[in-house]
Structure formats: C-alpha cells, structure tokens
C-alpha cells in the first residue's frame, strides 16, 4: 500500500522558515518524480515544486522560485521542502505526491497545515 505522510507544518511569522518532510513507504521510492503541491483556503489545487527520482532535476512554481528548496533522501525514503521568506500568501495545506506535475500524479499525502502570520 502506498502511502506518503507529510510532517513539519505550523504557523510561522512571516520572513521565517519552515521544513517540511513526506515520509514515503509501500512502492519504490528512488524509482518515482515527486512533487509539493498545495491549496490555500478558498482555492483550488497550486503545483508549487517537483524533483526527479534522482534528485539531479527540479522545478519551481514562479510564486516559490528562490524561496523554496525541494530534495529527497532516496536512501530514507524522504521527501523536503525547505521553505525560506514565508510571506502571508503561502498559507495553505501542502501535499506530497507521487508524479512529476499534477497531471500524472497518481498518489497524495493527508497533507500539512502552513499558516504564515503575524
């Protein structure tokens, strides 16, 4: 059974950093592109980054590019995002999920609360 469960969430201020983990089990990690994905309240589902199985390729949403740093652990079955210069506007539940853009994405975490405030 595949199953990805995503830790690390909670409320920061904004400028502050959070790390986010998705614990990955029940199919072969190292052989899948893994993606962030995230909604804030009110709005529907934002690709937000994506890394190949190897880790060697990544993308960014325009929103995160420069702020937010996807890598993987394929010898822990991990998965991060490392999320620098919180701003009010990520706010929002983020999912791990299997696949490279949501498009091909088969499998989702319960996902993680963020909420950047003051």
């Known amino acids: 059974e595949v199953q990805l469960v995503e830790s690390g969430g909670g409320l920061v201020q904004p400028g502050g950093s959070l790390r986010l983990s998705c614990a990955a089990s029940?199919?072969?990690?190292?052989?899948?592109?893994m993606s962030w994905v995230r909604q804030a309240p009110g709005k529907g589902l934002e690709w937000v980054s994506s890394?190949?199985?190897?880790?060697?390729?990544?993308s960014y949403a325009d929103s995160v590019k420069g702020r937010f740093t996807i890598s993987r652990d394929n010898a822990k079955n991990t998965l991060y995002l490392q999320m620098n210069s919180l701003k009010p506007e990520d706010t929002a539940v983020y999912y791990c999920?299997?696949?490279?853009?949501?498009?091909?994405?088969?499998?989702w975490g319960q996902g993680t609360q963020v909420t950047v405030s003051s």
């Open positions: 890394i190949n199985s190897g880790g060697g390729t990544t």
């Open positions: 029940g199919f072969t990690f190292s052989s899948y592109a």
């Open positions: 999920a299997r696949g490279w853009d949501l498009q091909r994405v088969d499998y």
